[in-house]
C-alpha cells in the first residue's frame, strides 16, 4: 500500500486546536481521502481503481453543490458582502483538502492506471497519441458527429456570456483579428453537446493491440480551430462550473408541491456557482475571465490534469469487459425457506431477514408482486425514498392497483437528485388510480417501510418489509442493508400506525416497538446508552456497538462520552463523517472508531446495546445526524427473534470490527489509519467473508 494511503490529515476543527468534536467537512473529506486509497491500491483490479478515482469525483461534487454550497448560501442570505472570517476560515481548510485530493486523483489517474490499462491493451489515446489513421477517423467523426450539434457562441454585446448548466463540459475558446462583421471578439464559448458519449471507441482495426478509446472533449480539442473560420485561436480550455444544487421550496406557501418542484428541478443546472475546474494549461487570463463571469473565488478554481469530467470515466470502465480487471463476479444469495414460494405462509410461522447484497433483494420484490395478484390481499401501502427510473417495485405497485387493491405510496419528493424520478412514479401511479401522499412538510419521509393487509379467515392479518436501505433495484446491488419481512402483530401494527400518522398528518399513537423520528428516536438512543452507562457503574459488563453511515449529533456523542467515562466499552463503525473524537483520555478512552471501505458500500444502520445480556438489537434507516432525528421521519426497528438478532450481529457486526483489509481507525487526533494483519495474523475481509459465506462469489479468469 502507498504510504500516502496509510494516514489520512486530520479533521480538526483547526490546526493544533483541542476540540471534543471533529469538524463535519473535513471529516467527511477524510472519507474521500479513503476512497481514494481505494483508487491507490494495487491489490485491487484496475478498472475498478479507476471506478474509485470516479466514485472520489462524484462525492467531490455533491459535497461542493451540497455542503459547500450550503455554507456560501447562509452567508449570502445574511446579506454579507464579504464572507466573515470563521466561515473563511472553514472554506479555506476544506479548500486546502479538496485541493489536495483532486491533485492526487490525477496524479493517479495519470502516473497509475492509464499507463497500466495501456500495458493491459486499453489505450485512452490524447490527439498527441494518436497516429494518422487514427486522427483521420477522429476528424471524420467530428465532421460527421459532433460539428453539426455545435454552436460557438461569440461574445459581444448582443451575445453576452451564456447560460452555462451544472457540471457540463464547455469549452472556452481566444481569438485573434476580426470577427465576420469586422469587430474584434476575442473570446468565445462552446458548449459540449450533452446528447454524445463522453468516451468514444474507436475501431478495433485502428487499434493493433487491445482497444482504443479517445474523450469527446479531446476530439474537440483538436479540432476547435476548425469552428472559426478565417481565425486563429490563441488559446483555448475547457472547463467545467459546479453549482448550488439544493432545491428549496417553501412547503407551507405551494399549493401543490409537485409542480412547484417540478419548476425548480429546471433552476437546479443554474444556481449559484461555487467551483470552476479548468484544464491545466489554461491561461491564468481566460481562468480568470471566467471567475469573473461565475462570481467565484480564486480559491475554488481547480486547474487539472486531465479531463476536467472525471466521473464521466465511468463510461470506460462499464464498456471494457476484461473480467481479470474487475472485481470477480458475485451472485447474491437467496434464503433456503425461500425456495418454495409462499411467502404469506411462511411469515406466519416465522420472521425472514435478508442481508443485502449478499442476500438478494428478489424476496422483498416477490412479497409486494405476489401481493399485487394476490386475490386475498386488499391494500399495499409502501414508502418511496429512492427507487429510480426503472423498478419492478414499482411496476408491481402499478399492477395492484389495477388488480383492485387499494394502494397507498409515500413518495419523497423532495429526495435529493431523485425528485425528477419520483415524481414521474408519483405521476404514472395517480394515474392508476393509486392514493399518492407526499409526506408531511418540513420533514423528508426517510423510512423504509411496506404493508400488506390479506384477508385470511375472515380476519384482517398486516405483513410488513422494514429496511435500512432504499428500494431501488441498482443500490441494493452495492449498498449493504439489512430488511425484515415479518408477520409479527406488535410490529406490524406499529408499521399500520405510521403509515396512518403519515397521510393523516396526526400525532401518532404511543408505538410498542418502534422509534419513530423526529419524535422520540433521538431521546430512546440516549436513553439505551445511558441504561449500558448505568449497568457499568454497577459493576457489571456494557457494551454498545453502532454502525451508520454519519455520526455528528452533538447530544447523542456527549451521551457516548459519558457512556465511555462509566466505563461502558463502545465501538463505531462509521463509514463517512464522524464528528466523534475516539480515544481522548477522560473524554472518549473506551470508544473505538473504524470505518469500512471495500467493493460494497456501507449503508445499513444498526444499534446494538448488550443489555445485561438481553442483546438488544435495533435496526434503522437513520444515520446519528441531527437532520435525521429532528428533520426526517425515520424509523429504526428491533430484531425479536433471538436466531436472527444472533445473525444481525455474528453478520453486520462482528466481522467489521475483525476486518484488517478495509478497514480504518480513527485516533484522538482525528487521523485516519489502515488496518493491516499483524505478525502472522490473517488477512480478514468482512466484505469477501458475507460474499462467500451468504451468496456465490466467482474467481478471476
Known sequence: MNKKTTTEPSPSTAPGQSTIYLNRELSQLAFNRRVLAQAEDPSIPLLERLRYLCIVSSNLDEFFEVRIASLLAHNRMEGAKSEPPALAAALERTGDECHRIVERQYEVLNTEILPQLSAKGIHLLRHTERNEAQRAWVKEYFDREVRPLLTPIGLDPAHPFPQVVNKSLNFIVELSGKDAFGRGTAIAILKAPRVLPRVIRLPDELSKKGVSFCLLSSVIHAHVGDLFTGREVLAYSQFRVTRNSDLWVDEEEVKNLRQALQSELQSRHFGFAVRLEVARNCPPHLADFLLEQFSIDKSRLYAVDGPVNMVRLQEL?????????????????????????????????????????????????????????????????????????????????????????????????????????????????????????????????????????????????????????????????????????????????????????????????????????????????IKAIKNEAAIAREGRPARIIAKMNALVDESVIRALYAASSDGVKIDLIVRGACALRPGVPGLSDNIRVRSIIGRFLEHSRIYYFRNDLAHNVWLASADWMNRNLFRRIEVAFPVLDALLKKRVITEGLNPYLKDNVNAWELDASGQYHRKKPRGKQAPFCAQLHLARTLGVMGELE
Open 317 to 525: 470502465v462499464n464498456t471494457v469487459r476484461q473480467p481479470a480487471l474487475h472485481f470477480p463476479p458475485f451472485l447474491p444469495g437467496m434464503p433456503r425457506q425461500l425456495a418454495d414460494g409462499g411467502i404469506f405462509s411462511l411469515l406466519r410461522t416465522q420472521d425472514v431477514l435478508l442481508h443485502h447484497p449478499f442476500q438478494s433483494f428478489q424476496p422483498v420484490v416477490e412479497f409486494i408482486r405476489s401481493a399485487s395478484e394476490d386475490p386475498a390481499v386488499l391494500a399495499i401501502k409502501q414508502t418511496i425514498y429512492r427507487t429510480g427510473m426503472n423498478s419492478d417495485l414499482m411496476d408491481a405497485l402499478i399492477s395492484a392497483t389495477r388488480h383492485g387493491k387499494e394502494v397507498t405510496v409515500i413518495v419523497e419528493l423532495m429526495a435529493r437528485f431523485d425528485e425528477e424520478a419520483n415524481i414521474n412514479w408519483a405521476e404514472r401511479l395517480e394515474r392508476v388510480g393509486a392514493q399518492v401522499v407526499y409526506g408531511i412538510v418540513g420533514l423528508k419521509t426517510h423510512a423504509k417501510l411496506a404493508l400488506v393487509l390479506r384477508r385470511e379467515d375472515g380476519v384482517l392479518r398486516r405483513y410488513a418489509h422494514l429496511g435500512t436501505g432504499n428500494y431501488h433495484p441498482t443500490t441494493t446491488k452495492h449498498y449493504t442493508d439489512f430488511g425484515l419481512l415479518t408477520a409479527h402483530p406488535g410490529l406490524t401494527a406499529d408499521v399500520a400506525e405510521i403509515f396512518i400518522h403519515l397521510t393523516s398528518l396526526t400525532k401518532p399513537k404511543k408505538l410498542q416497538h418502534l422509534w419513530l423520528a423526529p419524535f422520540g428516536l433521538q431521546k430512546e438512543l
